[in-house]
């Protein structure tokens, strides 16, 4: 089984998104499944220019010449996506959702009724059956990724991909403040590599395995005065210079 995950996040496998994406790769790695991580900060993606050359002039080939072309490649040949992303006002981040307008030339122009719903068929060199989110929020509350949730299955539908769960983390960035000072997350971690293990033998990612992963770090109350605290002192040193 061939897994491609894309980690949308402008700090790659620096950033808060990747302490969630790289133990689940872990997993899925452990399980006998082979994995290739793309990052959108190391890629030459153009945005897409809504000209259709794609289905009416070339079909199937994009105007653009960039690490688009080969990664079209590496999605049509795997078995299963994962697509890793900071939420962003409320959305992908910019480069994962410009990466995913340029799916548009694995799509056929015509078309179809498919679940009583207009749908645009996939070429012949479309393969994959999954899809897997990864995300992570700076805010508290598990709802502020509904928005992102909802886009990535709408887009499932769209691809005829079945959506396999996904690894959401709220307050992301405590979970490294936490991991540094030694708190015990390490159910976090061990959760996410599981789930990754879970994907490749089971076809799903169980919801409770799902849940440990978006467990809360500490109460809001707490969050928002540390928040708060942290961001005053931070505002404050720009006003001393």
Not at 48 to 61: A, I, N, Q, R, Y
Not at 143 to 155: G, K
Request: glycine share 8%; proline share 6%.
């Amino acid at each position: 089984m061939k897994v491609t995950a894309i980690n949308g996040s402008t700090h790659g496998d620096k950033g808060n998104t990747a302490l969630i994406l790289t133990p689940f790769l872990e997993g899925v790695e452990r399980a006998g499944a082979d994995v290739e991580v793309f990052y959108t900060n190391k890629l030459d993606i153009k945005p897409c220019l809504g000209d259709h050359v794609c289905w009416f002039k070339t079909p199937g080939k994009c105007i653009h010449h960039d690490d688009m072309e080969d990664l079209l490649g590496k999605l049509c040949s795997a078995d299963t996506w994962v697509l890793a992303t900071p939420l962003y006002v409320d959305g992908m981040s910019g480069p994962l959702k410009n990466l995913v307008d340029r799916m548009i030339p694995l799509g056929q122009p015509v078309i179809e009724l498919r679940d009583d719903h207009c749908r645009h068929p996939a070429r012949d060199n479309h393969q994959p059956s999954k899809l897997v989110l990864v995300s992570n929020c700076g805010f508290w509350e598990m709802d502020n990724f509904d928005p992102l949730v909802s886009h990535v299955q709408a887009l499932c539908k769209n691809l005829s991909l079945e959506f396999a769960g996904a690894l959401l983390r709220p307050h992301g960035h405590v979970l490294k403040i936490l991991q540094d000072l030694g708190a015990p997350v390490e159910d976090i971690f061990d959760a996410a590599r599981t789930a990754g293990e879970k994907l490749i033998t089971e076809g799903v990612i169980p919801a409770d395995i799902q849940t440990i992963i978006s467990r809360p770090l500490l109460p809001r109350q707490e969050f928002v005065d540390r928040a708060n605290q942290f961001i005053n002192q931070a505002l404050s040193r720009i006003t001393e210079k």
